[in-house]
């Protein structure tokens, strides 16, 4: 049913008295992608408190919200200090995270499973948190100025499977060297059944890795995302429920261990819709 306002104010005083309705209308609005509508949005007869369950029974998925654009326009702008600006559209996001996808999958990734990011900002991370939450799996990480106990510290709590990481990189002009702080962080996380290492430069491949264990270059690792005939297959969306997690992120640790926080789905697709 229509419904009209005279200024914000009436706008806001409907939308918090009529949450149901107003949440439904958001969703139609931003174009969320679902396999299956809710089919409720909130029981209102539950408290807050409580934390009662949004858009009951919807299926969906994450990165299939972020990847509904596969044009040629820009999606990713990559810069840094030791490398040239460069431009990615959104159909070659698309094809890059086709190929993650297959490469996680061959590998075993599955849904609940944690990928865990140890990286500067890069595409490549883009590329494996739309593999990683296209599938079901959860993409967690930590800032790769962190030292390796402050590293362990937050990954030792959710025991990932797959960790990404790079050989280096330049931070205010200051060369990083990632590798002895990956070594250290493998060595007390048996957890992880495989270490990808971005090459940052075009002879970090000559780089002796044989000491990490379980470890490959990324590009490498990619080719099992290839099939026979040289093809890469579509994506499958895993579909899950609104409150599926996505992303852990953590707490500063300031006051003891850090704390993991779990961002679900359907809240992270509504979040990235609104901007």
Known sequence: MEKKFNNYSEFHKWSIENLAEFWSEF?????????????QVIDLSVPMADAPEWFRGSRLNFAENLL??????????????DK??????????????????AAFRK????KGDIVAC??????????????????????????PLLGAQAVLNRLKQVNPKILLTVDRFSNNRQEIDML???KEIVDNLPSVEKVLIIPSKTDSKLRDISNIRNSCFLDDFLRL?????GSVPEIEFEQVSFSHPVFINFTSGTTGLPK??????????IENASH
């Open 27 to 39: 969703w139609d609005f931003v174009g969320v992608i679902s396999s299956k509508k809710f089919d």
């Open 68 to 81: 509904k654009y596969r044009d040629n326009r820009v999606a990713l702008i990559i810069a840094g200090e």
């Open 84 to 101: 040239e600006a460069k431009e990615i559209t959104f159909a070659e996001m698309y094809k890059e995270a086709c190929l993650y996808t």
């Open 107 to 110: 590998f075993g990734i599955k």
């Open 118 to 143: 140890y990286t500067s900002n890069r595409e490549e991370p883009m590329f494996a948190m739309h593999a990683t939450t296209s599938i079901g799996a959860i993409w967690t990480g930590a800032l």
């Open 180 to 182: 002895p702080k990956v």
């Open 225 to 229: 995302g290839v099939n026979e005939t």
């Open 260 to 269: 993991a926080m779990i961002h679900g789905c359907g809240v992270s697709i």
